[in-house]
């Protein structure tokens, strides 16, 4: 049954759009070439004067040429490549500018051309800069100078391809970041742990700070309640933003970094920094690439002919139409994405700017799951008054169209409600389709898995908008003065419905849900920065107000019973059964006050020390704020006198420690909520709605804190060649945010307690070289390593105890009750607990008589290694990353492996060889629990920089090949071993579950950069 696209009668179709954004931006393009600064009335691109061409070669200290070296006329556009000798040649508008000659590993070198026809230059091996300026909260400061634990990488160094989340982008780039996808469909959420998990209950997510505007990302479990037989998984919140206006992404891990953030730094703070214009004339660049996706690999389910033999030899009695039949392969396609990117900059030198426009397409290798995004962003730069006065405007907005396939790796997510699901069981000899055309069923519990992508329809819009304007004004000599305003407003539908013909709608004559929730910010801060040279002392110290408030709301209905499938989900009137219908409106606010202070000595004493007081409505009357400091020194011992080593040109010794919190346990947690109930209140026989409590006031509840210590060396070896950071830290969480059942007779059942205590403790490990740069060719590589041991201290305080608390349900039929993992002292978050499996002995499982930890889903360590080669105009980057000792449960083989799915329901091959009698029950032991280890070639791109020096009206162009996902190495006997499947239901997925998760696809992409 053919569905209708998103873009229905009376909305504009979507290439159209595309078009009509693109001819705006063409049209700002054509009147910012033609602009006129507004204070001198000249014209910014006035036409040619006298021209000058000049020529010249480029080498380096051995006196060989370097290609590829750019020359730029400063200020413009006018470039051009040095040729394969290093030789160039360039036409200038006049003989008064200047040349800025530049090649990666090699320092940057500005020549004033002065009537000189003839320009050669010797380039000088770049150490890693010192002096390059990483982002830190509220502000910037130069690398030599960070006293916390900093990591940051650039866009140049980010992974290529075609990336769907900003978090991609980083993903084994830095140690102590952990980031895994919870699935491969289409705009799939990510799991990011900075230096390991904090919270048992609450959010472990990172903060994220967009161009210096904390945005809410924590999943909310409203959004995608909509029945079981919907896929449960968060969308990803950073989705509607555009990879390709990311300029930098810094993480901050340690306390003396994150605690400026006060009661949002525990789980560690990403700073994302868009793009933005620069002096020049304006510039105009297109990317585009098309991406080609494919499953890598299949479960080794019984084919037709085995199945038939199975349940012969089993003397089963089976329906066989004589079909040959791998559900996998009908349900897995190849898929197409393609992206396209174009974008404007340039400016005077006092107005800058920078346009883009994004559009991509993505196919899930799923059938029925794909993916639309259209990201549009504007930065304006604006200085006045000689500079005292500065503007900062970046708004960007975007919409993302889903199809979402019902693959759950959530709650629910068995037969009858998991188009993978029935794909691994259905029965191989059945043909898709019967003699009239209709889809083949065996029953309601096991469904002709390609129904679902006709007879199902499950379609979400996001759309968000994100602006800032932050304006600094230079009070007095080292005083100044910045105002930040924000906004973000991010709303959702979701809309599903499932057609009579399916059999999980034909017993109720259609199911439709439509859902919309809506959450918006707004965000006042005002600092005042004052920075202060005097001899050998500087200062720079910030103090500051902020204001943030937090809303969101939502309107939700299910029903059934419908006379046509045309209505949809855009009738629910004509219904004849409302199942539910409900409204939630919140809102939350924080209040703080911060400051900051940076001390330098000389270049080598560095004190940092930073205070924030945060008051959150969240919290209960006696503990709504909160205190939260941090101290840091650092001393760079080469700088001394008695340091005289030149093997060693530089090495920082960096000690920190301080108190972050975590706030993100929803609202209204510490006071009485009331709701209403019809649940079995019948009067004069009629059920009436009456009002009682959901939960019970707590005053007391407050914030989890995190205490942490950090200690580290930075180093660089032979100049910079060698260069990194190790890093030990130990961080310990303290009133963790827990439920606990409260004595019957009580209205409510659980109550939010503060109780006791978690560990993480680890080492980082990062460093990098340019191992070769002579002539031709050059290789840069670098590796990081994490290791973090997380424990488990106390689950008591002076009211509330308890030894342990099971966890994450066992999820499959005749599995109910069992629980995977155990939260208990002593052991980490991730511990498997149940039965030892001893074997197999006359077709029954043997199990050692008591349960216990059984497997760990904390890795011992993870790392990341990543490479660029350069041999004249081609690069070649590859990224391997890998985990290593954490354990995995396959819950799907644990309900695919049993005999007694037969004759009903297909089984793994593995299943004929394990011994186990067709009449014994499916059983959660350590049988399940598989090493989970792997190492993955990640991203893999080729790229040839093409001589543009012929072809007037470019001044860059670039062709490339991508692979991602390319090659795994592991044992696991699933499809992949990275996964966490959500079997909570509840939004938090407990870390190495594999259930019937999305499959993550490989693919390989070709695409091209041009600049005009």
């Known amino acids: 049954?053919?569905?209708?696209?998103?873009?229905?009668?009376?909305?504009?179709?979507?290439?159209?759009?595309?078009?009509?954004?693109?001819?705006?931006?063409?049209?700002?393009?054509?009147?910012?070439?033609?602009?006129?600064?507004?204070?001198?009335?000249?014209?910014?691109?006035?036409?040619?004067?006298?021209?000058?061409?000049?020529?010249?070669?480029?080498?380096?200290?051995?006196?060989?040429?370097?290609?590829?070296?750019?020359?730029?006329?400063?200020?413009?556009?006018?470039?051009?490549?040095?040729?394969?000798?290093?030789?160039?040649?360039?036409?200038?508008?006049?003989?008064?500018?200047?040349?800025?000659?530049?090649?990666?590993?090699?320092?940057?070198?500005?020549?004033?051309?002065?009537?000189?026809?003839?320009?050669?230059?010797t380039l000088a091996t770049?150490?890693?800069?010192?002096?390059?300026?990483?982002?830190?909260?509220?502000?910037?400061?130069?690398?030599?100078?960070?006293?916390?634990?900093?990591?940051?990488?650039?866009?140049?160094?980010?992974?290529?391809?075609?990336?769907?989340?900003?978090?991609?982008?980083?993903?084994?780039?830095?140690?102590?970041?952990?980031?895994?996808?919870?699935?491969?469909?289409?705009g799939g959420s990510n799991t990011v742990r900075i230096r390991g998990g904090t919270s048992v209950t609450g959010s472990n997510e990172p903060l994220y700070v967009i161009d210096g505007v904390p945005i809410a990302t924590a999943p909310s479990t409203r959004q995608n309640n909509v029945g079981d037989i919907f896929d449960?998984?968060?969308?990803?919140?950073?989705?509607?933003?555009?990879?390709?206006?990311?300029?930098?992404?810094?993480?901050?891990?340690?306390?003396?970094?994150?605690?400026?953030?006060?009661?949002?730094?525990?789980?560690?703070?990403?700073?994302?920094?868009?793009?933005?214009?620069?002096?020049?004339?304006?510039?105009?660049?297109?990317?585009?690439?098309?991406?080609?996706?494919?499953?890598?690999?299949?479960?080794?389910?019984?084919?037709?002919?085995?199945?038939?033999q199975a349940t012969s030899d089993l003397g089963l009695t089976i329906t066989d139409l004589g079909a040959n039949m791998n559900w996998q392969d009908e349900i897995f396609r190849t898929a197409i994405t393609h992206d396209h990117n174009l974008s404007l900059s340039g400016g005077s030198a006092n107005t800058q700017y920078r346009a883009s426009l994004g559009y991509g397409s993505q196919e899930g290798v799923v059938l029925g799951s794909d993916l639309d995004r259209l990201n549009a962003r504007v930065n304006v730069n604006h200085n006045a008054l000689d500079g005292k006065l500065g503007f900062d405007l970046r708004v960007t907005a975007g919409q993302i169209n889903s199809q979402t396939a019902p693959i759950s790796n959530t709650v629910g997510g068995e037969s009858g409600t998991n188009m993978l699901y029935d794909a691994y069981v259905f029965n191989p000899t059945f043909p898709v389709y019967n003699e009239q055309g209709e889809f083949n069923h065996v029953s309601l519990f096991t469904v002709n898995p390609i129904s679902y992508a006709d007879e199902i329809d499950d379609q979400r819009i996001a759309r968000r908008f994100l602006g800032n304007l932050s304006t600094t004004y230079q009070i007095v000599g080292p005083l100044s003065v910045n105002l930040n305003l924000g906004h973000t407003y991010q709303d959702n539908s979701r809309n599903s419905y499932i057609y009579k013909a399916s059999p999980l709608g034909a017993g109720v004559n259609g199911l439709a849900n439509t859902q919309s929730t809506k959450d918006w910010t707004n965000l006042l801060e005002t600092t005042f920065n004052f920075q202060k040279d005097f001899g050998k002392h500087s200062i720079n110290a910030i103090a500051g107000y902020s204001f943030q408030y937090f809303a969101d709301e939502g309107i939700r209905a299910r029903a059934t019973g419908f006379i046509s499938d045309a209505f949809k989900w855009n009738s629910l009137q004509a219904a004849s059964n409302v199942l539910e219908l409900s409204t939630y409106k919140e809102s939350n606010k924080l209040i703080s006050y911060y400051s900051r202070i940076n001390y330098n000595?000389?270049?080598?004493?560095?004190?940092?020390?930073?205070?924030?007081?945060?008051?959150?409505?969240?919290?209960?009357?006696?503990?709504?704020?909160?205190?939260?400091?941090?101290?840091?020194?650092?001393?760079?011992?080469?700088?001394?006198?008695?340091?005289?080593?030149?093997?060693?040109?530089?090495?920082?010794?960096?000690?920190?420690?301080?108190?972050?919190?975590?706030?993100?346990?929803?609202?209204?947690?510490?006071?009485?909520?009331?709701?209403?109930?019809?649940?079995?209140?019948?009067?004069?026989?009629?059920?009436?709605?009456?009002?009682?409590?959901?939960?019970?006031?707590?005053?007391?509840?407050?914030?989890?804190?995190?205490?942490?210590?950090?200690?580290?060396?930075?180093?660089?070896?032979?100049?910079?060649?060698?260069?990194?950071?190790?890093?030990?830290?130990?961080?310990?969480?303290?009133d963790l945010l827990l439920r606990f059942a409260i004595p019957s007779p009580s209205v409510v059942s659980t109550q939010l307690a503060n109780v006791g205590s978690v560990e993480n403790?680890?080492?980082?490990?990062?460093?990098?070289?340019?191992?070769?740069?002579?002539?031709?060719?050059?290789?840069?590589?670098?590796?990081?390593?994490?290791?973090?041991?997380?424990?488990?201290?106390?689950?008591?305080?002076?009211?509330?105890?308890?030894?342990?608390?099971?966890?994450?349900?066992?999820?499959?039929?005749?599995?109910?009750?069992?629980?995977?993992?155990?939260?208990?002292?002593?052991?980490?978050?991730?511990?498997?607990?149940?039965?030892?499996?001893?074997?197999?002995?006359?077709?029954?499982?043997?199990?050692?008589?008591?349960?216990?930890?059984?497997?760990?889903?904390?890795?011992?360590?993870?790392?990341?290694?990543?490479?660029?080669?350069?041999?004249?105009?081609?690069?070649?980057?590859?990224?391997?990353?890998?985990?290593?000792?954490?354990?995995?449960?396959?819950?799907?083989?644990?309900?695919?492996?049993?005999?007694?799915?037969?004759?009903?329901?297909?089984?793994?091959?593995?299943?004929?060889?394990?011994?186990?009698?067709?009449?014994?029950?499916?059983?959660?032991?350590?049988?399940?629990?598989?090493?989970?280890?792997?190492?993955?070639?990640?991203?893999?791109?080729?790229?040839?920089?093409i001589n543009v020096e012929s072809i007037g009206f470019l001044s860059n162009a670039r062709v490339f090949m991508t692979g991602q996902n390319l090659l795994l190495i592991t044992g696991y006997s699933g499809l992949d071993p990275e996964v966490n499947s959500d079997v909570t239901g509840g939004g938090v997925a407990p870390l190495g579950i594999d259930y019937l998760g999305y499959p993550r696809a490989r693919t390989i992409s070709f695409g091209a950069n041009v600049t005009f």
């Not at 049954?1 to 054509?30: C, D, H, W």
């Not at 993100?664 to 079995?680: H, P």
């Open 232 to 308: 449960q998984e968060p969308v990803n919140p950073l989705m509607t933003l555009n990879p390709n206006d990311i300029e930098s992404v810094t993480v901050l891990k340690d306390a003396s970094a994150t605690a400026i953030y006060g009661s949002r730094g525990a789980n560690g703070v990403i700073v994302i920094t868009t793009k933005k214009g620069a002096q020049g004339r304006t510039q105009t660049s297109y990317s585009a690439l098309v991406g080609i996706s494919t499953v890598p690999n299949r479960l080794d389910m019984l084919t037709a002919d085995e199945y038939r």
């Open 1 to 121: 049954m053919k569905k209708n696209s998103y873009y229905e009668l009376g909305v504009i179709p979507r290439g159209a759009l595309l078009l009509l954004l693109m001819q705006v931006l063409l049209v700002f393009t054509a009147r910012a070439a033609n602009a006129v600064n507004p204070a001198s009335g000249e014209n910014l691109n006035p036409p040619a004067q006298t021209q000058l061409t000049i020529t010249g070669r480029v080498t380096d200290a051995q006196n060989e040429g370097l290609p590829g070296v750019t020359v730029l006329l400063k200020g413009t556009t006018i470039a051009t490549p040095t040729s394969i000798d290093g030789s160039y040649s360039l036409t200038v508008p006049d003989g008064n500018g200047t040349l800025v000659f530049s090649f990666v590993g090699y320092q940057t070198q500005e020549v004033s051309v002065s009537n000189r026809s003839t320009i050669n230059v």
């Open 601 to 734: 000595f000389a270049d080598r004493f560095l004190v940092t020390a930073t205070v924030r007081r945060d008051g959150s409505s969240r919290f209960g009357s006696g503990n709504k704020w909160g205190i939260f400091p941090s101290a840091s020194v650092a001393w760079r011992i080469s700088e001394e006198n008695f340091f005289p080593s030149s093997f060693i040109s530089d090495l920082k010794l960096r000690g920190s420690y301080g108190v972050t919190g975590n706030q993100e346990i929803g609202n209204l947690n510490s006071i009485t909520t009331l709701g209403a109930s019809t649940q079995g209140y019948v009067v004069g026989g009629v059920r009436r709605t009456i009002v009682l409590p959901q939960q019970y006031a707590n005053p007391n509840l407050q914030w989890e804190q995190t205490a942490q210590l950090n200690v580290g060396v930075d180093f660089q070896i032979m100049s910079g060649r060698i260069y990194g950071k190790v890093d030990y830290y130990r961080k310990e969480t303290t």
């Open 761 to 945: 403790k680890g080492f980082e490990f990062e460093i990098g070289s340019r191992v070769f740069d002579k002539g031709n060719f050059s290789w840069r590589t670098d590796l990081n390593l994490s290791a973090n041991r997380n424990k488990i201290l106390s689950l008591s305080n002076d009211t509330w105890s308890t030894d342990e608390i099971p966890f994450a349900p066992v999820q499959g039929s005749g599995l109910s009750g069992n629980n995977a993992q155990l939260i208990t002292p002593g052991q980490p978050l991730g511990a498997f607990y149940g039965r030892t499996f001893l074997g197999v002995e006359n077709g029954v499982e043997q199990f050692g008589p008591d349960r216990s930890i059984i497997g760990n889903a904390q890795p011992n360590f993870i790392f990341g290694f990543n490479n660029t080669f350069t041999y004249k105009n081609l690069d070649l980057m590859f990224n391997i990353r890998g985990s290593q000792g954490n354990d995995v449960l396959n819950l799907t083989a644990l309900n695919l492996s049993y005999l007694n799915n037969l004759p009903g329901k297909n089984v793994l091959a593995s299943a004929i060889d394990a011994g186990v009698a067709r009449n014994q029950p499916k059983n959660y032991s350590s049988r399940w629990i598989e090493n989970g280890s792997f190492v993955r070639l990640d991203n893999l791109t080729l790229g040839y920089n």
């Open 126 to 186: 770049d150490a890693k800069a010192l002096d390059e300026v990483v982002v830190v909260g509220y502000g910037t400061q130069k690398e030599k100078d960070v006293t916390g634990s900093v990591t940051s990488v650039s866009a140049e160094n980010f992974n290529k391809g075609p990336q769907q989340s900003p978090q991609q982008l980083i993903q084994g780039k830095m140690s102590g970041v952990q980031i895994s996808q919870n699935s491969g469909k289409p």
